[in-house]
């Protein structure tokens, strides 16, 4: 069964330190969604990519937070540099195309950053 | 600002009872409802989800209830098991612009054997 790929799966980090996560979303799907959830909250929308474009990116931190989709596949969400608030679960997820029916999306594992 | 409000944070429920968890918007653009499941350490996985034109779905032992003029849709859990035991989440969708989903804040349920 096709799945959301998310490495690393767990990453600790002193502040002021740079971090970057790698997303490889279902093949197919052009969609791909950057979301960071705080423990004990939903997740939130930080980007969204339609192929390799930014269609999205409302409550990204740009100060602090990058994100690319350079050939319209695999993704890469950074920090730099990392402050004690970014400690969460950073997930990753995948759908066809927006205004599909239904277009569920789907989830990657997460991976969990914990900033000291 | 919180578009979707869910209820109760958290829900103990006895083995073969029904479990309700509570959403509701304001947003009258959202058009797509989906909940979500999570179990600990994993990402959220997609349950069962509603469109506006209807007022109930049924897929097994999950029902989701919505009343578009009250704004509010509701997760039903028949004959709850401990293997139901996760985090639920609500979810909205908007037809406008990049059609993102907004979650609500989710509930813990917990089934008790």
């Known amino acids: 069964e096709a799945e959301v790929a998310q490495s690393p799966r767990y990453k600790i980090t002193e502040k002021s330190q740079a971090v970057a996560f790698w997303c490889d979303p279902i093949s197919g799907h052009a969609t791909l969604y950057w979301y960071r959830q705080i423990l004990g909250q939903g997740p939130e929308l930080l980007v969204q990519f339609q192929d390799e474009s930014v269609v999205d990116d409302s409550q990204l931190p740009k100060d602090r937070f990058s994100a690319e989709r350079l050939k319209g596949v695999d993704s890469t969400l950074k920090i730099q540099p990392a402050e004690l608030g970014d400690s969460a679960m950073y997930l990753c997820?995948?759908?066809?195309?927006?205004?599909?029916?239904?277009?569920?999306?789907?989830f990657g594992p997460g991976t969990r950053l914990t900033v000291l | 600002q919180q578009q979707v409000k869910q209820s109760p944070q958290s829900l103990i429920v006895q083995k073969g009872g029904i479990s309700i968890i509570n959403c509701a918007y304001e947003?009258?653009?959202?058009?797509?409802f989906p909940w979500y499941q999570q179990f600990p350490g994993k990402g959220p996985a997609l349950l069962i989800a509603i469109r506006p034109d209807v007022s109930e779905k049924k897929e097994g032992r999950f029902t989701i209830s919505f009343n578009k003029s009250a704004k509010q849709f509701s997760l039903h859990i028949m004959d709850s098991q401990p293997g139901d035991s996760a985090t639920y989440f609500c979810?909205?969708?908007?037809?406008?612009?990049?059609?993102?989903?907004?979650f609500g804040q989710g509930t813990r349920l917990t089934i008790n054997p």
């Open positions: 979810a909205a969708r908007s037809w406008e612009g990049a059609q993102k989903l907004v």
């Open positions: 997820a995948s759908s066809l195309v927006p205004g599909t029916t239904y277009n569920e999306q789907f």
């Open positions: 947003n009258t653009a959202f058009d797509y």
